[in-house]
Nanobody
Framework: QVQLTESGGGLVQAGGSLRLSCAASGRTFSWLRVGWFRQAPGKEREFVSAITRSGGSTGYADSVKGRFTISRDNAKNTAYLQMNSLESEDTAVYYC???????????????????WGQGTQVTVSS
């Protein structure tokens, strides 16, 4: 079992920044591929960003490319999502997810993830 706990969400003005954290426990963190997803009211959960086990490869949704940066610190069992130049369209609940699937590369589908955090609310005011 893997437990994931997100933190760092909140209310920010458009153009501002937030850093989300995802703390993992229960399994060797470096064995897990990690992703961030978000879900706005009335919409499906969507991919935001993902990172490989070593952190050597990352992927981003087109909507956040150039503004968001994913990273991880395997020694601290924590993944991060740095969000800059936030827009009102970024308002959503953000979820951290972890995958035990074998293989390399980052994962962008919700079905590829085994474990999910409870989510953290990000609200961007315009």
């Amino acid at each position: 079992q893997v437990q994931l706990t997100e933190s760092g969400g909140g209310l920010v003005q458009a153009g501002g920044s937030l850093r989300l954290s995802c703390a993992a426990s229960g399994r060797t963190f470096s064995w897990l591929r990690v992703g961030w997803f978000r879900q706005a009211p009335g919409k499906e959960r969507e991919f935001v960003s993902a990172i490989t086990r070593s952190g050597g490869s990352t992927g981003y949704a087109d909507s956040v490319k150039g503004r968001f940066t994913i990273s991880r610190d395997n020694a601290k069992n924590t993944a991060y999502l740095q969000m800059n130049s936030l827009e009102s369209e970024d308002t959503a609940v953000y979820y951290c997810a972890a995958s035990t699937l074998p293989g390399t590369g980052y994962l962008a589908r919700t079905s590829e993830y085994d474990y999910w955090g409870q989510g953290t609310q990000v609200t961007v005011s315009s």
